[in-house]
């Protein structure tokens, strides 16, 4: 149990659908981020909420669209992807947006595209 | 730019020792973390190293140099459930964030 809950852990979608993956942190933490994992490549950082406000997009595409409500609470709103968006999608978070600081990773949200 | 390697996949014999090397090359170097990914679970945090030298935390301990941009994960006493991948992942002043490398898939063998 690491403290950061993902779901669904498993995820079928078609191109066209609209899906939404989230994330829930029970660690008091204040940043939260979104990684995209794919077979034999590095993690590749998404985004990145500090105390609720966005700080980073890394040249993510549109049809990606995060959101976060609150400290403890963060989403990711899919729309129209592609079979190359397949991946593992995990989340995780940190007691600060501070490169020294260990980051907590949920458990990932398997995602296959159509 | 930054570039990470570490090798791809490893075996060890349980009950033996294995070394997991990273090499990197990055400028405002801020501390090199390892984490540790069993399969279809979360990465989890084994250690942190911003000065040189070694860390040491039960069967694990993790190296590094700085001069060198070279780091190290040692596991020792291997046991079957140490299977899983390595990933090695280094911070930077300025933006925050980890650049990690394509991680080391480690496998025990009886």
């Known amino acids: 149990e690491t403290g950061v809950t993902q779901t669904p852990r498993h995820l079928v979608m078609g191109m066209t659908n609209k899906k939404s993956l989230k994330c829930e942190q029970h660690?008091?933490?204040?940043?939260m981020y979104w990684y995209k994992q794919s077979a034999k490549k590095p993690l590749e950082l998404m985004f990145v909420y500090s105390l609720e406000e966005r700080v980073e997009n890394n040249s993510v595409p549109s049809r990606f669209s995060p959101e976060c409500p609150n400290s403890s609470h963060l989403f990711l709103h899919l729309h129209t992807l592609q079979p190359e968006d397949s991946a593992l999608y995990l989340c995780?978070?940190?007691?600060?947006?501070?490169?020294?600081?260990?980051?907590?990773f949920g458990d990932g949200t398997r995602l296959s595209i159509l | 730019g930054q570039n990470i390697d570490q090798p791809t996949e490893m075996t060890a014999t349980e009950g033996a020792i294995v070394q997991i090397n990273c090499t990197y090359q990055?400028?405002?170097?801020?501390?090199l973390f390892w984490y540790q990914q069993h399969a279809g679970e979360a990465p989890t945090f084994l250690s942190y190293n911003v000065l040189d030298g070694l860390e040491e935390k039960g069967r694990f301990s993790s190296f590094l140099s700085r001069s060198k941009g070279y780091s190290y994960l040692l596991l020792k006493e291997l046991q079957m459930k140490d299977s899983a991948s390595y990933l090695c992942?280094?911070?930077?002043?300025?933006?925050?964030?980890?650049?990690f490398g394509t991680g080391t898939r480690l496998t025990i063998i009886p």
């Open positions: 990055t400028s405002g170097f801020n501390g």
């Open positions: 660690l008091g933490h204040n940043a």
């Open positions: 995780a978070s940190s007691q600060e947006f501070k490169s020294n600081q260990p980051q907590h």
């Open positions: 992942a280094v911070s930077n002043f300025g933006n925050e964030k980890l650049t």
